[in-house]
């Protein structure tokens, strides 16, 4: 039978109730759950580390306790240099580097065996193998068909809270552990996870489901903090959270236009868009951090892009695109 093993990183506390969404759901077919922190942060911070006390302290992890390993590590990354452009390459540089820590420990305990599959996601990604019986085998059908050793699994994210879907498709790559053995250097098992994220086409059904920043304002503040992009104030992430759309930075150069991977949307839950236990918690989950007149405040604060000749000028722009990926 095939095994999954999901390997991810951790950061803080404020993680904690996605981290159980991700054992719960997971939790009929995953072998192993590999766990990696680190005592620093992306951006050179120390903070200790938080991982064990988590699971520790609440009795709902319980039940998956003696399937998860724990990495931790104490490797201090220098702080974001903001006079380079190159910000993200940095934070990112030790991303990869924290996270391929878990390979020598997966390659070391799974290399010998057949039909071995590792899921590189992140802490708020869950694959869902509770919401249909037949999930697993939809997977497996997947990982059957590939002749290089991985697949991209589509993921769908939400973005500040549980109902608040982004309106793009992306990735979270699975590789066989022989494809994982090959990755060479301190952060090769990194780029298999980032060199494979980026947008692909959604299946009949989605598997992976992300909830990022699905916390309290103040934990959202703190995990841009911390995390490998950096550039955004405090400001433009309140304004995200206002009009509903990703934080748009000043310092990397980004405007707001109409492209829909530009916005979120809050939406009904249902058995094709979420988890079971998510629609069934959604109550208590919640965040209730977008402003409810998030559409009505996108208006008042970007006139511009609502005006009849943006909004022709850039559907014009979309099209022509369109004309020129058909005829290359």
């Known amino acids: 039978m095939t095994k999954i093993i999901d390997t991810f990183l951790f950061s803080e506390p404020h993680e904690k109730e996605v981290l159980l969404i991700k ?23 120390y903070k ?19 399937r998860i390993h724990l990495i931790s590590a104490s490797l201090q990354y220098p702080a974001i240099d903001y006079t380079r452009k190159d910000i993200d390459t940095q934070g990112m540089a030790s991303e990869r580097r924290q996270r391929s820590l878990a390979q020598k420990y997966i390659v070391e305990k799974y290399g010998h065996e057949s039909d071995v599959w590792v899921l590189l996601s992140d802490a708020d990604e869950v694959i869902d193998f509770d919401s249909f019986s037949d999930n697993f085998t939809f997977l497996t059908t997947q990982l059957t068909a590939a002749n290089d050793g ?31 053995a090959q990755a060479t250097g301190n952060i090769g098992m990194g780029l298999l996870r980032s060199d494979y994220i980026g947008a692909v086409t959604e299946w009949e059904r989605t598997l992976v489901f992300e909830y990022s920043y699905c916390y309290r304002r103040e934990h959202i503040l703190r995990k841009f903090r911390t995390f490998p992009h950096g550039g955004m104030t405090d ?31 809050k939406v009904a839950l249902t058995p094709h868009n979420s988890p079971r236990y ?51």
């Open 278 to 328: 998510v629609q069934e918690n959604f109550t208590t989950l919640r965040t209730n951090i977008i402003d409810e007149m998030y559409v009505a405040n996108r208006k008042i604060d970007y006139p511009h892009l609502y005006s009849l000749s943006h909004r022709v000028g850039f559907w014009l722009k979309q099209l022509g695109k369109k004309i020129v990926q058909t005829l290359k």
């Open 48 to 66: 200790g580390v938080f991982a064990q006390q988590v699971l520790d302290s609440d009795e709902r992890f319980a039940p998956f306790r003696d």
């Open 150 to 180: 991985l697949v991209q699994v589509p993921r769908r994210r939400f973005w500040y809270d549980y109902d608040n879907l982004w309106n793009a498709v992306r990735a979270t790559p699975i590789v066989t552990v022989q494809r994982l």
């Open 23 to 45: 054992f719960i759901v997971g939790s009929d077919y995953i072998t192993e759950w590999v766990i990696v922190e680190n005592e620093y942060t992306f951006q050179g911070e």
């Open 235 to 265: 400001e433009e992430i309140a304004q995200s959270m206002r009009c509903n759309h990703i934080p748009i930075s000043k310092f990397r150069n980004k405007k707001l236009d109409l492209h829909k991977e530009l916005w979120m949307e």
